[in-house]
């Protein structure tokens, strides 16, 4: 995200501006300077995307969920100075936060034809998510950075905005492309007719909306999402495959799993929601998608709770998600099956691994959670200030009540994180305890240690010469030497040697 100093944004959005103002086919740019002239000074700071939502009935502010889709205008600022305008149908989304008593709501507006918003691609429906139930704002853009670092497909392009209904300041939002088929989206093939169809899952254990297509299979309650509306014989396609993946996670070797089921994604997604003690992960907004013959975990959706943000005082599920110790997920939806695997565990284990400098950053002094409150920090404070949301006012019985200040939330969301890296840390033995010198991995420390570090030296091959490492290299730089070999056979030999031979040592991977 680009930034601009407060002249140098004012010049160019109104240079934009007067340059399109001829070609602006719901409002005039004289319209759009009296809207801006009555938004207080101090919020006039863009330093993210603008959305400004004018409906034709005037009623953006009081729309419940039943009240369906209303026609709407829509402008979408760019900090760039771009102007995209539109006539979209615009509605109150989501389920527990699209309840009356939540005053900030969430949004979905639907353009005619797609368009490309903000770069993020092209798509007909976008979403605007509130983070009502996230007194930091924080958690669902730090989700998704980690789906991004894991390597998660069709993770959904997002961008902060601040949001205006019908002259309304509504406050910070986060513009998200919602988990949809589409080639900008993910993009799976739902058209054909091979046999082989594509589709796309989201687990749901008992919510009931019209329009909505669902099923149960293996005592597990699933959304069709993709095809949207399918027919009987898609839908019977669709329930049969899916009780025969799962049949093969309950009872299938690993080759046969693998065969139908992508566990690289299933290990990342499931990696996400174990850190992130995800309070919903066996209720709903879990996707699984059908690509080409395999299921796929993913793409992810809808974080605001999580992150030890469940009410302890409200239920078993709250304690557990409000703990930053422990595991969650892997009693969860499909992880049932797949986290008795010792193999699968292994996996997830590797790319914990793999990726823990990320994980270990996020509560850093002046990691992740830190980069992103000082860069998006103004934005956050009018979103209470200017417009008017009180976290500690009001909350759903399932959330943590939330503290009074801003870094009371944001002091416990880094203090969660940190304890959970810690935890997890250990969980996964990213640094494991070893006897130093036993090479091979047998409980003492001989002489067939020197002769398999020596082997090693000379590059002969191992099964686990990363496990060797780990045992053997007793001057700890990392790499297996000579050096390794002469103090083995100094220390079997009653010399005395600097390092920790010997002895049960942490050590680093």
């Known amino acids: 995200m680009r930034f601009f100093n407060q002249l140098h944004r004012t010049v160019s959005l109104f240079l934009c501006l007067a340059i399109a103002a001829s070609a602006l086919t719901f409002a005039g740019f004289s319209a759009y300077a009296e809207e801006n002239a009555a938004i207080p000074q101090s919020s006039w700071q863009m330093t993210v995307p603008q959305i400004r939502v004018t409906t034709a009935e005037g009623n953006g502010t009081t729309l419940q969920k039943a009240d369906g889709y209303q026609n709407a205008n829509i402008t979408i600022l760019g900090t760039d100075g771009s102007v995209l305008q539109d006539a979209v149908s615009f509605k109150v989304r989501g389920n527990t936060t699209a309840m009356t008593w939540v005053t900030k709501k969430a949004y979905t507006f639907k353009f005619e034809k797609k368009k490309d918003v903000l770069g993020m691609g092209k798509g007909k429906k976008w979403a605007l998510i509130a983070n009502a139930f996230d007194p930091t704002l924080l958690r669902n853009y730090t989700a998704f950075a980690i789906a991004d670092e894991l390597g998660l497909e069709y993770t959904s392009n997002r961008r902060f905005v601040e949001l205006w209904v019908d002259d309304s300041f509504r406050g910070c939002y986060l513009l998200m492309e919602p988990v949809q088929e589409g080639k900008d989206r993910v993009n799976i093939d739902i058209e054909s007719n091979d046999g082989k169809k594509d589709f796309l899952l989201e687990y749901e254990a008992m919510r009931v909306e019209d329009d909505v297509t669902y099923f149960t299979t293996d005592g597990l309650r699933f959304i069709a999402s993709e095809p949207e509306e399918p027919t009987e014989e898609q839908l019977e396609y669709i329930k049969s495959t899916t009780h025969d993946i799962i049949n093969t996670m309950q009872t299938g070797t690993r080759n ?12 990342k997604f499931y990696l996400l929601n174990e850190y992130l003690k995800t309070f919903d992960f066996d209720m709903s907004s879990v996707f699984f998608y059908y690509q080409n013959g395999k299921l796929y975990a993913g793409p992810p959706w809808d974080y605001d709770l999580s992150a ?32 008795k695997n010792a193999w699968f565990n292994e996996k997830v284990k590797e790319i914990y691994r793999e990726h823990y400098g990320f994980f270990a950053n996020i509560s850093t002094d002046g990691g992740l959670l830190d980069s992103v409150r000082e860069q998006y920090g103004d934005i956050i404070a009018r979103n209470y200030h200017e417009a008017g949301w009180n976290a500690a006012k009001w909350w759903i019985n399932i959330q943590l009540q939330p503290q009074k200040s801003y870094d009371g939330n944001y002091t416990f969301l880094k203090d969660w994180f940190s304890a959970r890296n810690a935890w997890m840390t250990e969980y996964y033995e990213v640094y494991p305890t070893v006897l130093l010198g036993d090479a091979d991995g047998n409980g003492t420390v001989n002489i067939n240690d020197a002769t398999a570090v020596s082997r090693a030296v000379a590059s002969f091959p191992f099964d686990d010469i990363e496990q060797l490492r780990l045992r053997g290299d007793v001057n700890l730089d990392g790499r297996l030497t000579v050096d390794d070999v002469t103090l083995l056979q100094q220390y079997l030999a009653d010399f005395t040697v600097e390092y920790a031979i010997g002895t049960m040592t942490k050590r680093g991977v």
């Open 256 to 267: 046969e799993i693998e065969a139908k089921v992508d566990t690289d994604s299933f290990a």
């Open 308 to 339: 030890g943000n469940g009410n302890p005082d409200y239920s078993a599920r709250g304690v557990a998600t409000h703990e930053p110790e422990g595991t969650f997920a892997n009693a969860r939806n499909l992880y049932k099956y797949l986290c």
